[in-house]
């Protein structure tokens, strides 16, 4: 018997990476949220990897605590090794990465949720719609509840339907040995949204005490560690606890026992119908796609403080779990291991995301909002993002207000949501710094200073952390306006400084600015000419010398992105009829249809929409608008 349970704004169906951003942005911005969830012991569950961030993940974590997101916030309170990766290269690609006590994480992001005072978190399942009118008003519950909302987000992660496979054996099942949701698939195609197989997979954990590291390379968190969320920025993280990584190689002998049994992996016995992710395969497609290479990368990865679990990384599989206990064994190091977890691939339900528009409202469903896993991506980043945008939106919408839409050229967010929607995809899509074309200006780094202040027009970014924000915006400014005061006169004795320093002379006066922008010189060297500086925060004094170092490829992607927004400014109606415009291929005139797209700029990016299409559908609108301008001349 169907009851009505609760009536909120917003009921979010699952409490995973996404569905607690988009929790938590609908109920810190005033809105009462039910957040629905299989198992309050699965609330931000770490069930693939025990880290946060790394290359392009780490942009989005920024990224969501500059717009007022908790992720950030989460991994610094909970991680035990922080790392950024890429050091050694340009600003653009340096990219944060933190392990984490899973079980912390898990505890913290729990207390988070229970704390905030307009969420209900409530374990139950959610198997269908409630429909009032033909239109989506909350979900029915498998116990008969009813929650009733106005706005409806889909964060089901790995859950639809879920199928783990091991070999030969195969079972329904969540991750991680959760229960899987096995119900609400049908009403998602009941409202005419085609679904399709996905495909991930997770490593063994193995205890610690059964591992030989004496011959693996130790791997060490930062000395100088690097916090993700902004408001931890001026902390001092010097005393915290790092536990250390380690590195060690599969060997041929692993590989002969793959290769002998790989008849038996899920895969090749087409148990699976999903595509996996081409960006963390298993170590079976490892081997099989690289059979030139003799061994493997493999790390170690301890899961907590107060657990022996070790987390394999570079050996996921589907292999039964005999195969996969001796191949382990072959792994310098793992001879003498023993499993504690084995490793698994599980496939589950996603839509296609083409069907979403860029707020992540369903096109032909309106209320309805998709975030995470479901929509095709990995990775607890890409959810959370997803999940932080979709709930900003549900909130926005009740309140009548214009979507948040990030362009490409704003945030690695809008390159994420852009791809899904405009692209699609047909494996798990991964976040990577390779995908965003203006990377130069999407640093880490400065991700508040791109999206705090549209944070806080929605209504995320409370007082506390916009405080912090300005001062540091205005120190930033105010030390690049100082630096740009400072003139460096000709003199003998600067010109013998510049020379210990190893640079070039000086012929004309010259602001201390322009010394910075030299590739020997760098604001710590530069003291000797600028004794009365102020003491400033490290990280304002990175961003400084960032924006003054690489000032002039800014200013060149900068006038690339003045390009990218007039085609994005050209906007196309949601009901425009592409296949009554001659000139346009079929293919791009059903591409076009099926995917509505917001702007000429995204219609651009659609595959199979080519440049000669484009220049078609800009002719077409010059013409309407001549028609227009010339219709109001004759009135």
């Not at 030969?168 to 679904?195: C, F, H, K, R, W």
């Not at 693996?216 to 902390?235: A, C, L, T, W, Y």
């Not at 740009?484 to 012929?507: D, M, V």
Request: glycine share 8%; hydrophobic share 35%.
């Amino acid at each position: 018997m169907n009851f009505i349970a609760k009536t909120v704004d917003i009921v979010v169906v699952g409490a995973g990476h996404a569905g607690c951003e988009a929790a938590l942005a609908g109920a810190r911005m005033g809105h009462k949220v039910a957040l629905l969830t299989i198992n309050l012991n699965s609330i931000a569950a770490m069930n693939c990897n025990p880290n946060v961030g790394g290359t392009g993940k780490g942009h989005l974590v920024r990224e969501i605590d500059a717009l007022g997101g908790e992720i950030g916030r989460n991994i610094d309170k909970t991680f035990i090794q922080s790392r950024m990766l890429n050091s050694s290269k340009g600003p653009a690609v340096h990219s944060l990465r933190a392990q984490a006590d899973k079980w912390n994480y898990h505890r913290a992001m729990k207390m988070t949720l229970e704390d905030e005072e307009n969420l209900y978190l409530i374990q139950d399942e959610a198997v269908s719609f409630y429909m009032e009118d033909d239109d989506v008003r909350g979900i029915v519950c498998k116990s008969g509840a009813i929650y009733r909302a106005k706005k409806t987000v889909l964060a089901t992660g790995t859950y639809l339907r879920g199928r783990v496979f091991m070999g030969e054996v195969n079972y329904s099942s969540g991750p991680d040995g959760m229960q899987p949701a096995n119900y609400l698939t049908e009403s998602i195609e009941g409202l005419g949204i085609p679904t399709m197989r996905m495909k991930t997979g997770t490593p063994a954990r193995v205890h610690r005490d059964s591992i030989d590291f004496s011959n693996m390379e130790v791997q060490k968190g930062d000395e100088e560690i690097h916090p993700f969320s902004f408001s931890n920025f001026d902390k001092d993280f010097s005393g915290k606890e790092q536990i250390d990584c380690y590195l060690t190689y599969t060997t041929p002998e692993c590989h002969d026992i793959i290769r002998k049994n790989i008849h038996r992996s899920a895969m090749a016995m087409g148990d699976i119908e999903g595509i996996g992710p081409r960006y963390c395969p298993s170590i079976e497609d490892k081997v099989t796609r690289f059979g030139d290479r003799d061994h493997h990368q493999v790390f170690l990865e301890p899961e907590g403080l107060l657990t022996k679990e070790i987390y394999v990384q570079g050996v996921s599989s589907s292999l039964p779990v005999e195969v996969q206990m001796a191949l382990y064994k072959k792994i310098e190091g793992l001879e003498h291991c023993e499993f504690m977890r084995p490793a698994y691939a599980i496939e589950y339900d996603a839509i296609d995301a083409t069907r979403l528009d860029r707020s992540l409202e369903v096109m032909e469903v309106k209320n309805l909002y998709m975030a995470g896993q479901i929509n095709g991506s990995s990775g607890y980043e890409e959810a959370a993002a997803q999940g932080l945008v979709a709930g900003i939106n549900a909130a926005l919408s009740i309140e009548g207000r214009d979507p948040l839409i990030l362009r490409r050229d704003q945030a690695y967010i809008g390159v994420l949501i852009d791809d899904l929607v405009t692209k699609g995809t047909r494996e798990p899509y991964r976040m990577m710094t390779s995908r965003a074309e203006y990377r130069l200006t999407l640093r880490q780094d400065n991700a508040d200073l791109r999206l705090t202040d549209i944070g806080r027009e929605i209504g995320l970014v409370k007082d506390e952390q916009y405080a912090m924000f300005v001062a540091r915006r205005d120190a930033i400014d105010e030390e690049t306006e100082r630096l740009a005061s400072i003139r460096i006169n000709p003199t003998e004795e600067n010109i013998e400084k510049l020379a210990e320093l190893g640079s070039a002379t000086l012929r004309n006066a010259t602001p201390l600015l322009n010394l910075m922008q030299r590739p020997e010189l760098n604001y710590d060297n530069l003291a000797v000419f600028d004794e009365d500086r102020p003491a400033l925060p490290r990280h304002v004094i990175e961003e400084v010398e960032t924006n003054i170092r690489y000032k002039g490829y800014i200013d060149k992607q900068m006038a690339q992105i003045q390009k990218f927004r007039k085609m994005e400014n050209k906007k196309l109606s949601k009901d425009l009829d592409y296949m009554s415009i001659g000139g346009l291929r079929n293919e791009a005139k059903e591409k076009l249809m099926n995917i509505r797209p917001e702007s000429v700029g995204q219609a651009g990016r659609i595959s199979g929409v080519s440049p000669a299409d484009i220049n078609v559908l800009l002719i077409y609108l010059e013409q309407k608008s001549r028609e227009a301008r010339n219709g109001l001349g004759d009135a």
